[in-house]
């Protein structure tokens, strides 16, 4: 059978267009993803470009990885040498094969958020910098965003005193990854594109290499990502883009749905192709998602049908906490697998926050299924796995400071936090690392900051020509740290970690070939660095996800943002509360629109919502809580406005759909039922009652203190108010009686 075979009329001539720019803009389920890897086989396949002519993009590893393995099931080729991956793992790729020319040394090192943080920390240190006043974060995401509008310090404009710090801040930052040989995320891209600029004959190589370069979620691109691939591309360049501008969820970092447009001029494309049958879903939950994504005003607007049944109901439960979501969940998908023949990984649970996945967890655990969180704290970024990271990362690259405080004394080795000071003011002086420094330093404190130093030499001297998992094998026992967490009574799971991570470095290079290709026939360009400084990078740009049911039949658990591009025959899509789902920032903010306008911060969650429901191929859940416990605080959510917004024809309301307050905002709230109250009248009615208090003012009571009204119930003498007093606990009060002042 042909690859063409399978594909619709549209999806055939998108497919089997010549070499000239696209954009394929489409919705859910549509086959876009499906179309980009086709191509990629057929232009192969036709021999019109070889494997290495071919640049593929996409947002997440997940995303990535699935796109190879579309294409090396349609084509019997080596995928490895191909450049198929994430904008940050790509550019990765392109600044290991010209280190040189891009200013880095050879081995630097990748920061992720975390290591980017504690980067900070220790120069606030160094510099004497006051962290209330410029919280790390807040400079972490200064710099991110500059960096994703390509701007260095000196092109920042910056109008206040304020920002001026944070210019000065940002230079100071990237003097000091520069001096360690690191980088972060945004400057793994920055540094690409500027490499590219800088260098004519590099640029006209890889525009002449990539003839074919293909983009997936292109609606979530940001203005820097997009002028690499035109950098990329050239003059002559062909990209091919798929997109959809109702799933665009990242506009908090900077996706620009407007680079569509931006991109039909810039390259001159013909015809927009437009896909509209969904094959992805059944009726009932198409239609749930093409009703909510019209409540939209921003939108380039389409339609998908599907030939597909009507399928069954999205089922819709209220439940009274998160702990009764959870059951609710486990029960479902217990006949899910075992009276409907699912298997557990066609299941897939959904929610806005990685907060929320605790109680299901627990819940799934106490039920004894197998279960996988994507996202959350993930495997390289576990305290232990750091720390054996440090090490590994030290023997690779000397000069990475952040590695050197985070191991120089742990295990504890009797190096006191006075020695690592003293340390730090001669690398200061000295304007080097801290590796480095050690031996330029006098006296006893010397004497343990030079026994570390040979430790590092010494692992690096004998596991010279190890296999990579016994190199790290090695490393985690003679750095101490199985030796220290053995000694730990609740130091077990650690160990089991740590011996994880040699497992996690056979698979890697299994996957990377690096068993098979160990002789020196490596000649491949991209593969001129060590197993060990390409699986340092893996580490960093991948942040393993939980590995612990990797392979397993498990249920998927993820945030609404990670499971875009994915399907699942079953979705549970949960939390969907106000303040929640959509997230409490977004209500009644707006933020700019691609063309200048303003738009409502909630239609990006919409669009998540849309992303959400769209990922469910037969089976639909929706369910949200009265009451929920989140960071340490019971909070009491409305229903979620998304859920009033579905038609109610597909929806069946497993518990009783109360009335709303949707329509006519917080004030015309009736009737609210929280816990044990489930007794009360829970009749709608238009007469809205007078309510002295919005729902979130601050009221004080003489017995009872200050607290804030949640909610109102009941008419006219009998209305009552719920406010929650905080340590005096949630109360119902008679309105009439109550004596309440506004705090
Ligand atoms: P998303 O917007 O969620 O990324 P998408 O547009 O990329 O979705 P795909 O993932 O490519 O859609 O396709 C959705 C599903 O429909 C897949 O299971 C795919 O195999 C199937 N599909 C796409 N086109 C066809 C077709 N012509 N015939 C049969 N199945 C198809
Ligand atoms: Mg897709």
Request: proline share 2%; net charge neutral.
């Amino acid at each position: 059978m042909s690859l063409l075979d399978s594909l619709n009329p549209e999806q055939l001539a998108a497919v089997t267009l010549p070499r000239e720019s696209a954009l394929i803009l489409a919705g859910a389920g549509s086959g876009k993803t499906k179309v980009l890897t086709a191509r990629i086989a057929w232009l192969i396949q036709t021999g019109q470009v070889g494997p290495n002519g071919v640049l593929a993009v996409t947002f997440t590893n997940k995303a990535s990885k699935e796109m190879l393995h579309r294409i090396s099931t349609m084509l019997p080729i080596n995928t490895r040498s191909m450049w198929v991956g994430t904008f940050h793992g790509l550019c990765n790729r392109m600044l290991r094969a010209h280190w040189k020319e891009a200013g880095l040394p050879q081995a630097f090192q990748i920061l992720d958020m975390q290591d980017q943080l504690s980067a900070i920390k220790r120069m606030y240190k160094v510099l004497g910098i006051d962290a209330e006043k410029f919280p790390p974060k807040q400079l972490s995401y200064f710099v991110g965003s500059a960096k994703d509008q390509g701007l260095r310090p000196k092109d920042v404009e910056a109008h206040d005193e304020y920002h001026r710090m944070m210019v000065r801040l940002y230079e100071a930052y990237e003097a000091q990854c520069q001096r360690e040989g690191v980088v972060d995320f945004a400057e793994l891209l920055l540094r690409s594109f500027e490499l590219l600029g800088a260098n004519p004959t590099l640029r006209e190589h890889y525009q002449a290499r990539f003839k074919y370069i293909l983009v997936d979620e292109f609606q979530d691109t940001n203005s820097l990502q997009y002028n690499w691939l035109k950098r990329l591309a050239g003059p002559q360049g062909c990209i091919f883009a798929v997109g959809d501008d109702d799933q665009s969820i990242y506009a908090f970092r900077g996706a620009r749905v407007a680079n569509m447009v931006q991109f039909e001029n810039d390259f001159n494309v013909q015809n927009r192709i437009k896909l509209e049958q969904n094959y992805r879903s059944v009726g009932n939950v198409l239609k749930a998602a093409n009703v909510l994504i019209a409540h939209n005003k921003a939108r380039l607007g389409k339609e998908l049908w599907t030939e597909a049944g009507e399928g069954e109901a999205i089922r819709v439960y209220e439940a009274t906490s998160d702990q009764d979501e959870a059951a609710f969940i486990i029960d479902r998908i217990k006949k899910l697998v075992l009276e409907e023949g699912y298997s557990r990984s066609d299941i897939a649970i959904l929610y806005r926050s990685n907060a929320q996945s605790r109680v299901v967890e627990q819940a799934l655990f106490n039920a004894g299924m197998p279960y996988r969180v994507y996202g959350g704290l993930r495997f390289f970024e576990r305290a232990e796995i750091k720390h054996a990271l440090a090490y590994l990362r030290l023997m690779d690259n000397a000069d990475d400071d952040n590695s050197f405080s985070r191991v120089v004394n742990f295990p504890a080795r009797g190096i006191g936090a006075r020695s690592v000071e003293q340390l730090q003011d001669i690398s200061t002086a000295q304007a080097t690392s801290l590796y480095r420094a050690i031996h330029r330093m006098e006296g006893r404190a010397q004497a343990g900051l030079k026994k570390f130093a040979d430790l590092i030499e010494r692992m690096r001297f004998e596991t010279r020509g190890l296999s990579l998992p016994d190199l790290v094998d090695k490393v985690i026992n003679e750095s101490g740290l199985i030796a220290h967490f053995q000694a730990d009574k609740d130091g077990e799971d650690r160990v089991e970690n740590l011996k994880e991570l040699v497992n996690a470095a056979a698979s890697f290079s299994i996957a990377e070939g690096y068993y098979r290709d160990a002789a020196a026939t490596m000649v491949d360009e991209e593969k001129l660095i060590t197993p060990l400084a390409d699986f340092l990078s893996h580490a960093s740009l991948e942040a393993g996800d939980n590995a612990a049911a990797a392979g397993q039949d498990a249920i998927q658990l993820m945030t609404a943002h990670s499971a875009k591009g994915l399907e699942f025959k079953c979705v549970f899509v949960t939390g969907l509360e106000e303040g929640l789902f959509p997230h409490e920032n977004s209500i009644g903010n707006s933020v700019e629109g691609g063309d200048g306008t303003s738009v409502e911060a909630v239609e990006e969650e919409r669009r998540l919502m849309y992303v959400a429901i769209t990922r469910a191929r037969e089976q639909l859940f929706l369910s949200h809580a009265q009451q929920r416990m989140l960071h340490g605080q019971i909070r009491y959510h409305l229903r979620s406005r998304f859920l009033d917004e579905l038609p109610e024809e597909v929806l069946k309301w497993l518990t009783p759909k109360r009335a709303h307050i949707a329509s006519q905002g917080w004030d015309a709230l009736d009737s609210k039922v929280w816990g044990q109250n489930k007794t009360l009248n829970v009749g709608y009615s238009n007469k809205t009652s007078k309510r002295p208090y919005d729902i979130g003012t601050g009221v004080s009571h003489a017995k009872f203190g200050s607290g804030v009204v949640v909610s109102y119930e009941g008419e006219g003498d009998d209305q009552r108010i719920q406010i929650n007093f905080g340590r005096q606990g949630m109360k119902w009060l008679m309105l009439s009686l109550a004596k309440l002042e506004r705090s």
